[in-house]
């Protein structure tokens, strides 16, 4: 059983920062990609950052975020995002994401983590 689990969502002011991980547990084969994306109040869920390869060697970054926030990535199964310079329109729920390979199955799939609120307040 693969689970994602997210923390460190919370309430901050504008210009503040905040750092967001997850976790995911399980058995798991291969690691495709590890994420961050957001569902803003009536906005649909977009993506905010990724990195890519079981290691994280690769970076991707929403144009809505790139030199304010930062992804990493733990070994094995662990992804960070530092958060800083906060907008008010940063406000929403962030769902850590993942592609990967269970152990019991040769295909991969999409997990997704139930979400942590950020609020930024104005």
């Known amino acids: 059983q693969v689970q994602l689990v997210e923390s460190g969502g919370g309430l901050v002011q504008a210009g503040g920062s905040l750092a967001l991980s997850c976790a995911a547990s399980?058995?798991?084969?291969?690691?495709?990609?590890m994420g961050w994306y957001r569902q803003r109040p009536g906005k649909q869920r977009e993506l905010v950052a990724s990195t890519t390869g079981y290691k994280g060697d690769s970076l991707n970054y929403a144009d809505f975020v790139k030199g304010r926030f930062t992804i990493s990535r733990g070994n094995p199964n662990t992804v960070y995002l530092q958060m800083n310079s906060l907008k008010f329109e940063d406000t929403g729920v962030y769902y850590c994401?993942?592609?990967?390979?269970?152990?019991?199955?040769?295909?991969?799939?999409?997990?997704w983590g139930q979400g942590t609120q950020v609020t930024v307040s104005s």
């Open positions: 994401y993942a592609n990967l390979r269970p152990l019991d199955w040769g295909v991969s799939s999409d997990y």
């Open positions: 399980g058995s798991i084969t291969v690691i495709n990609t």
